[in-house]
């Protein structure tokens, strides 16, 4: 992914007003980040961990998704993750839900995927970061494939988010 501004995130997000972007939490460390083994840029903020914000370069155009995390009782089990295939015990996946574009949205119609909370799949793909032992399976594809495999999931949930 080629390095972000503070201005291009703002001005990408397809789900949220002007204002909703103008006061949202944008990282700070936006320069020391490794764009190199990211796919989208995914944050969560810290005065608010139930929000989180995620943007992707499709097709040479940038779209961002203002995110929610549903509250969820603590789970022992393993959950996966819908975009990178990691899977995760306790609350390392979670449901976020995004408020559609447009009129839609403004009427309360919202979508969910089930996706790493932390929602760094670029990292998880390239070994970058673990989960824990089992997070990972050996597939037969090459990592551009999963790349491939996991853009597409998050193209099709921001086609969701923009019906």
Request: hydrophobic share 35%; proline share 3%; charged share 25%.
């Amino acid at each position: 992914m080629k390095p972000l501004t503070e201005h291009d995130i703002r001005a990408s997000f397809v789900n949220s007003t002007k204002g909703e972007a103008k006061r949202m939490h944008v990282p700070k460390d936006l320069g020391d980040r490794r764009w190199d083994d990211l796919d989208f840029l995914g944050w969560t903020d810290p005065a608010a961990p139930d929000r989180s914000y995620l943007v992707i370069d499709v097709e040479g155009r940038l779209a961002g998704i203002a995110l929610r995390r549903a509250a969820q009782a603590g789970r022992a089990r393993k959950t996966m993750c819908s975009w990178c295939l990691t899977t995760h015990s306790g609350d390392g996946v979670s449901l976020m839900t995004a408020r559609k574009a447009g009129k839609s949205g403004q009427l309360g119609n919202s979508v969910g995927v089930y996706v790493c909370a932390d929602l760094q799949c670029s990292l998880y793909l390239r070994g970058k970061k673990n989960a824990g032992p089992g997070s990972r399976f050996h597939e037969s594809i090459t990592l551009d494939e999963q790349v491939e495999r996991m853009v597409s999931g998050i193209s099709a949930f921001l086609h969701r988010v923009n019906s």
